[in-house]
Structures are given as C-alpha cells and as structure tokens.
C-alpha cells in the first residue's frame, strides 16, 4: 500500500529541512521505493497513481528508462536465440552501422516520435529498405521495452516508413537458360539447371543431401539448407514451417541427376566445389555466376532470378498458383500471388472467357 507519511512530524530533527511529504511504497519485486515531495497534494496524487499502477499490473520502475537505447538493445539482442545465423548477422551489423551511432545514447524514457523521424531523415541517399529495415527493428526493440515494462508505449510505433522497394522478379527466357547454361563452368551445370527447373532457394539446393533425392519416384526432398552466415558452410533449419516439401523432378532433370550423383556429389552433398568442398555463395558468385553472366551477355541476372524462372517455365505450362506456391515453399499464397502475380497475364483473360461458356447463351442478344 503507497502511502504518504509527514516527515518533519515523525522525524524531528528534519523540520524545516528538505521536502516535507514522502510516499512509500514496496514494488512489484517487494522492494520498498520512496519519493519525496514539497505539497501533501503532489505527494497523495502521487501515492494514489503509483497505487493505481500496482493494482492493475501497470507498474514501471521510475529508473529503468533512464538506461541508454544502446544498453538495452544490446541486451535485446543478445537474448534473440532464436535468430537464424543470417538475420542475426543482419540486425547485428544494422544495429552497429546505423541504429547505435543515430540514438545509443539517448535514454528510453527520451526517445520520442520525432527521434524516429529524424533518424529516418537521417538516411537521405539510402536505399528506401535500408531505412525501413532499421526503423522496423528499432520498433521492434521498443516494443519489447513496452512488454518489460520499461515504457509506456513504443514512440516510433507510428512513425511513417519509407516505401518498400518492389524488386520485380527477372526470370531467364528458354533461350537465355540455355545460354547461361552453356557459359558456366561445367562442374555447375546441373547445379544452375536444377535451381532454374525446382526453383529452390540458393541455401535450399547448395545443402541438398544425396538421400534426399529419390530418383526412382523422381522427387526432391527440402529438409535443410546451408547457411554461410556465420563464416563457415554450416547446416541450418529451413526458413519457414512451409520449407520443408518435396518437389517433383521432370525425366530430363532426373537424368542430369543421376549422372551428377555418380560424378560430381559427394556423400555429404550433391553439389560441391570440383574440390569437394560445401558451396560458398560469394566464392560462386564470383568465379563462376558472373563469368558465366559475362560470356553469355545477360547482365543484370543474379542467381535469384533462376527461381522466378522455375515459375516462369510452370506458368507457361498451365500451374495453378497453389501448385507454384507449395513448390517454392511459400508460407502463404499471398506471398506468391505478391511476388510473381503479375507474370499470370492470362488468368483475368481466362475468366472472361469462361464466363462466356457458362453465361454468353442465357444472356445473348437476340438479332
């Protein structure tokens, strides 16, 4: 219970000395607080306020938003064990290159809404996601400081983002596959195709094991991927629940397959370096993806862009976007229909022209 106690009374040798009226009370820990006051008026307010906040569990240590943003975000983070290796890298070098040289300093309880404007401000010349991913994370870890009980509410919770940068997806034509194919080192061609056809993510195809490949039913097992975020080749968890799938192999890639398992896989992976060793994805993308890019003359193509090819090639051949979404291992068919729906030019023409199966005879215009 707060209550407020006259100290000059109770304490004599006080009198006329110091503030008068002091409010005691034990928190949520059962540590007793006190807080000294000029007025019995501010004092009891302020008993029954911090009373009020007890009761209803919406206590917050007076102290605790006075420590620096860069105190408590490191210990946010440190506490994030359940951060990929590759987000945790990302967040680690955003917070460093950006967030805690902007406001480290600035204690919690200061942060405002025009700090995030500001700090947003701040990257003028940026690409728009680089500021929208900092914001996010700030907001991220603000949020956590609400749910400990250290602010009352986020600042930067309404604080405008810049728009998202829309990469549209570049997909190789038939043609251009072939070519890119032809170009890149013959240890990878296997390697390049199957990233075209099964439209894997880079991590997801580079840890492919051997006994995840059932070539007599022709399927493609996802269990697991690769990751090289922390500095090494290491097996990692998949991205999402929605990851792990098996995809179906067309004959002419089971066949190129089968000879790459009898030729060039190891007993740990199916694709290797020529010297065995796990892929990396920056030693790969420099000695192999861009001279193939280079002699086959189409520039601006990252690897990436094989897995917008793997939709581009089920489009053409009739796939219902559920199908394509279970394929590339989307959580949600949203995300597909958002990433690629504008390569589905035939689907409202297709509506039109069903409709006039079902509908054009019963509302016809008699000549």
């Known amino acids: 219970m707060a209550t407020v106690t006259d100290r000059w009374k109770i304490e004599p040798d006080r009198y006329g000395h110091g503030k008068r009226y002091q409010v005691r009370y034990r928190d949520d820990s059962k540590n ?49 064990v359940d951060l990929s290796p590759s987000t945790n890298n990302s967040y680690r070098g955003c917070l460093d290159n950006h967030i805690l040289p ?26 728009g996601a680089t500021a929208r991913k900092a914001a996010m994370l700030v907001s991220s870890i603000l949020k956590s400081a609400v749910l400990d009980g250290i602010l009352a509410s ?9 728009k998202a940068n829309q990469t549209v997806p570049n997909p190789f034509e038939p043609d ?19 990233a075209g056809i099964l439209g894997t993510r880079w991590g997801e195809l580079a840890g492919l094991r051997p006994q995840s490949i059932d070539l007599l039913h022709r399927r493609v097992h996802i269990k697991e991927q690769l990751s090289d975020a922390t500095g090494s080749p290491t097996i990692a968890p998949l991205k ?40 990396r994805k920056s030693n790969f993308n420099r000695r192999d993806w861009q001279p193939a890019i280079k002699t086959s003359q189409l520039y601006g193509h990252k690897f990436h862009d094989l897995r917008a090819t793997a939709v581009a090639l089920a489009i053409a051949e009739g796939a219902h976007p559920k199908a394509i979404q279970q394929r590339l291992g989307h959580a949600s068919i949203t995300t ?25 005879t019963a509302f016809a215009i008699a000549n």
């Open 102 to 127: 902007a406001i480290g300093r600035i204690e919690l309880s200061r942060l405002r809404a025009e700090h995030g404007r500001t700090f947003i401000a701040g990257f003028a010349g940026e690409k």
């Open 336 to 360: 597909t229909l958002n990433t690629y729906g504008h390569m589905f030019p035939s689907l409202d023409v297709d509506i039109a022209d069903r409709l006039d199966v079902s509908m054009g």
């Open 176 to 194: 251009e596959l072939q070519a890119l194919i032809a170009a890149i080192n013959p240890w990878y061609k296997c390697f390049v195709l199957s």
């Open 32 to 80: 007793w607080r006190r807080k000294a006051f000029t007025n019995k008026a501010d004092a009891t307010r302020y008993a029954t306020s911090v009373q009020h906040q007890l009761d209803s569990g919406l206590f917050r240590d007076p102290k605790s938003g006075t420590v620096p943003f860069a105190m408590y975000a490191n210990a946010w983070f440190a506490s994030r």
């Open 240 to 279: 999402t629940a929605a990851s792990h799938r098996s995809i179906s192999i067309p004959k002419f890639l089971a066949t190129q397959l089968e000879q790459q398992l009898a030729e060039r896989s190891t007993q740990e992976f199916v694709f290797t370096t020529s010297s065995g060793e796990p892929l």
């Open 154 to 162: 986020n600042p930067f919770a309404h604080v405008a983002l810049p």
